[in-house]
């Protein structure tokens, strides 16, 4: 390696060009310039058989069942409970064996670059996928969890082929017609929902900017309708729109002191 400059060392690992020999002729170069690279180039390999071993703890509840005879596992989650306007929304996804997306996470623990692509690989390389979608309107009526139980039936629904079992992020659905198992933090234990997650959160957020683009004082861009002091401060001045839960304190509180002042 001495012959090599150190521009040229550093082409070599961006190329990802280090075999097991380069790397021991790089750690015996005493150039402080190739030891610096070594280092950042070693950091970058711990950093990377983390996120394997990350996806692999992650692919544990999916191997599991596999070993049991099962063989389309979907995951399940959902976005948009806690918001005080727009949509709950849940998606379903069926994952290959030989799915790997190093980095796959609950879809919080992501930014929104990192969300987004991750969202098209996921559509292009699964099996199947589906996005069960439940307005406002329909969560006053029958109360947040019982329309998040039924954004995940109608996503499950849209499966082909039909999952036979089904893993969810903590909302047990008995009246599912497949086997299931519902974890705590599901989203952070399981790559089928993880997935279903980053796919649930990136089209509620779509739906948000489009509601946005009709009533940009919200800023439902920003706070995809959770109540932020600026979301609150709309909410106060101008009152709620068709698209608020109204069954929900802070909206059910603003309507009242509107109507008070009457």
Same mark, same amino acid.
């Given at each position: ?6 521009? *040229?060392?550093?082409?070599? @690992? ?10 021991? =002729? ?11 690279? =070594? ?11 983390? =996120? ?20 389309? @596992? ?10 005080? !306007?727009?949509?709950?929304? !849940? ?9 790997? =997306?190093?980095?796959?996470?609950? /879809? ?28 406002? *309107? ?13 954004? #995940? ?16 992020? $903590? ?9 299931? #198992?519902? #974890? ?6 399981? +790559? /089928?929902? !993880?997935?279903?997650?980053?796919? $649930? ?11 946005? *683009? ?17 979301? #609150?401060?709309?909410? &106060? *001045? ?12 802070? +909206? ?7 109507? &008070?002042?009457?």
């Amino acid at each position: 390696m001495q012959d090599k400059t150190i521009a *040229e060392i550093k082409q070599l @690992i961006k190329e990802e060009m280090i075999t097991d020999s380069t790397l021991k =002729l790089l750690k015996n170069d005493k150039r402080k310039g190739v030891q610096q690279l =070594l280092k950042v180039y070693e950091k970058k390999q711990l950093q990377h058989q983390q =996120l394997i071993t990350q996806f692999q703890q992650m692919s544990v509840y999916e191997k599991r069942y596999q070993q049991l005879g099962y063989q389309h @596992i979907a995951g399940i989650d959902e976005a948009g409970r806690g918001p005080l !306007a727009g949509p709950v929304v !849940a998606a379903a996804v069926i994952l290959p064996p030989s799915f790997e =997306l190093l980095g796959l996470n609950d /879809s919080k623990q992501l930014n929104e670059q990192t969300r987004l692509r991750f969202f098209h690989i996921i559509k292009e390389h699964a099996i199947s996928y589906g996005v069960g979608i439940v307005d406002n *309107e329909q969560i006053d009526r029958i109360n947040i969890y019982e329309a998040t139980k039924n954004a #995940m039936l109608l996503a499950m629904e849209q499966l082909s082929p039909t999952p036979d079992f089904v893993l969810i992020d $903590a909302v047990p659905l008995h009246n599912s017609k497949y086997p299931f #198992m519902a #974890m705590d933090k599901g989203d952070q234990k399981s +790559v /089928s929902i !993880a997935a279903a997650s980053i796919l $649930a959160k990136v089209t509620r957020d779509q739906l948000m900017k489009q509601l946005h *683009e009709q009533y940009p004082v919200y800023q439902f861009d920003r706070n995809m309708g959770y109540g932020t002091k600026g979301h #609150m401060d709309a909410l &106060s *001045e101008y009152g709620p729109t068709d698209f608020h839960r109204k069954s929900f304190a802070p +909206v059910k509180n603003c309507i009242s002191n509107k109507n &008070s002042h009457v």
